[in-house]
C-alpha cells in the first residue's frame, strides 16, 4: 500500500516565523512531488511541484530526498494568510495515469 | 483565471437515492478525476476518465458509482443508490495534459449529506 505521512500539527507560530513540515513516502518508484494548500472546508489548492531535488517560490521552499524518501516544505517570513493545512501530495503512476495519494495533511495557525 | 467549477455546492438525499453531481473542468484539459474526503479524514482518489473512458479508479468507486461525459463541458459523477457512509465532500479535478498529470486543479467541492 502507497502510505504519505505527515506531522498533523498544529504548528501555532507568529507572523513573521519560519515554519517547515516534514513528509515520508513509501513509493520508492516516485518520481515527482506535490505540496497542496488547503483552507477549511475549501478544496485542495496546489502549492509547489517539485520534480527535481527541489523548487523555491518566493517564501516557499520545497525540497527532496530521494534516498530518505522525505519531502519538506519551509515557509519563511510567515503571514496570517497563510494559516491552512498543508498537504503533501505524490502521485501513483502505477496504473499508468494520474491517481494522487494524499497526506493527512499539516496544520499551520499563524498568530499575529 | 480558469478554474474548475461544480454543481450543487450542496446535496442532501436520503439513502437509496441516485445522485448527481456535475463538474465543468478546465476548458483545456484532457484529464479529469473524482476525489472525495469524508469530514476529518484524508483526500481519497476515485476515478481518472481520459479520451472519454475510466483510465483508473480506487476501491471505493464500486459499481454503484459510475462517471460520464456527456458533452463536450460537463463532467459527472453518479451514485445510484447512495449510504450514509456516502456523505462527503466530493472535488472534480482536471489537468492539462500527460506530462503535467500530477498538477491538478479542484473545484471547489460538492458537499454530499446522505440521511
Known amino acids: 500500500r502507497k502510505e504519505v505521512e505527515q506531522d498533523p500539527g498544529p504548528f501555532n507560530v507568529p507572523e513573521g516565523a519560519t515554519v517547515a513540515f516534514n513528509c515520508t513516502y513509501s513509493n520508492s518508484a516516485s518520481q515527482s512531488f506535490f505540496w497542496y494548500r488547503q483552507d477549511c472546508r475549501k478544496e485542495p489548492k496546489l502549492l509547489m511541484s517539485v520534480y527535481s531535488s527541489g523548487n523555491e517560490d518566493g517564501r516557499f521552499t520545497a525540497q527532496l530526498n530521494r534516498a530518505s524518501q522525505y519531502i519538506s516544505l519551509l515557509i519563511r517570513d510567515s503571514k496570517l494568510s497563510d494559516s491552512a493545512t498543508y498537504l503533501c501530495v505524490v502521485p501513483d503512476y502505477s496504473g499508468g495515469y494520474n491517481k494522487l495519494i494524499f497526506g493527512a495533511g499539516t496544520r499551520l495557525a499563524v498568530h499575529p | 483565471e480558469p478554474e474548475v467549477t461544480q454543481t450543487p455546492s450542496h446535496q442532501v438525499t436520503q439513502m437509496g437515492q441516485e445522485v448527481i453531481l456535475r463538474c465543468v473542468p478546465i476548458s483545456n484539459h484532457l484529464y479529469f478525476y473524482w476525489y472525495r474526503q469524508i469530514l476529518g479524514q484524508k483526500v481519497e482518489f476515485l476515478v481518472s476518465?481520459?479520451?472519454?473512458?475510466?483510465?483508473?479508479k480506487s476501491e471505493i468507486f464500486d459499481d454503484q458509482f459510475s462517471v460520464e461525459r456527456p458533452d463536450g463541458s460537463n463532467f459527472t459523477l453518479k451514485i445510484r443508490s447512495t449510504k450514509l457512509e456516502d456523505s462527503a465532500m466530493y472535488f472534480c479535478a482536471s489537468s492539462e495534459n500527460f506530462s503535467r498529470r500530477g498538477e491538478q486543479y479542484f473545484g471547489p467541492g460538492t458537499r454530499l449529506t446522505v440521511t
Open positions: 476518465f481520459y479520451n472519454n473512458e475510466i483510465s483508473e
